[in-house]
T-cell receptor, first 113, second 115 residues
């Protein structure tokens, strides 16, 4: 059974610092991995999708790496801004396309101005 | 990305009543839709997977007679919480998956409060 863990559970940084969010999964037979952002009381916004054959994906200030063999992914957010404050969730699709997503517990981020 | 809507966004009901939540994929045909539940300060937990025209597959511990899922068309899935109780109060989120596309697209969620 796939299990996804995110560390730390909460993170507080001053504006301008880089953010490093970690995600680990127990079954390396993943199809893809997604990073999401969730604002309080809102739905999910997809940030980055990494296929199992890829090592990283980049979008603007966001960069996500994937090391499938060790069961890890890291989301980097450069030069953090107060607007980056949110909960970040990582989720994996195990096995094949169309399979369910398994979510980590999330990391709550607060960027202080 | 693709757009998924949910209706209603918020519902308050009395204990014992049934509540229907709709999930629509607005600009693509969703071969598969997923329903999740999220309690405060917790992550998303998958409740069930529905494929158009067939019965939903429920996760362990989710009562299929209490959470009725209908996926009658490629753009609409509904979740009905029957005889709702206060412990069913939660944030319900759906996601849609189009054939040939790897990414799941999420709806904005429905906040259910059962009094």
């Amino acid at each position: 059974k796939q299990e996804v863990t995110q560390i730390p559970a909460a993170l507080s940084v001053p504006e301008g610092e880089n953010l490093v969010l970690n995600c680990s999964f127990t079954d390396s037979a993943i199809y893809n991995l997604q990073w999401f952002r969730q604002d309080p009381g809102k739905g999910l916004t997809s940030l980055l999708l990494i296929q199992s054959s890829q090592r990283e994906q980049t979008s603007g200030r966001l960069n996500a790496s994937l090391d499938k063999s060790s069961g890890r992914s890291t989301l980097y957010i450069a030069a953090s801004q107060p607007g980056d404050s949110a909960t970040y969730l990582c989720a994996v699709t195990t096995g094949a396309a169309g399979n369910k997503l398994t979510f980590g517990g999330g990391t709550r981020v607060l960027v202080k101005p | 990305g693709a757009v998924v809507s949910q209706h209603p966004s918020r519902v308050i009901c009395k204990s014992g009543t049934s509540v229907k939540i709709e999930c629509r994929s607005l600009d693509f045909q969703a071969t598969t839709m997923f329903w999740y539940r999220q309690f405060p300060k917790q992550s998303l937990m998958l409740m069930a997977t529905s494929n158009e025209g067939s019965k939903a597959t429920y996760e362990q511990g989710v009562e299929k007679d209490k959470f009725l899922i209908n996926h009658a068309s490629l753009t609409l899935s509904t979740l009905t919480v029957t005889s709702a109780h206060p412990e069913d109060s939660s944030f319900y989120i759906c996601s849609s998956l189009a054939g040939g596309v790897d990414e799941q697209f999420f709806g904005p969620g429905t906040r259910l409060t059962v009094l």
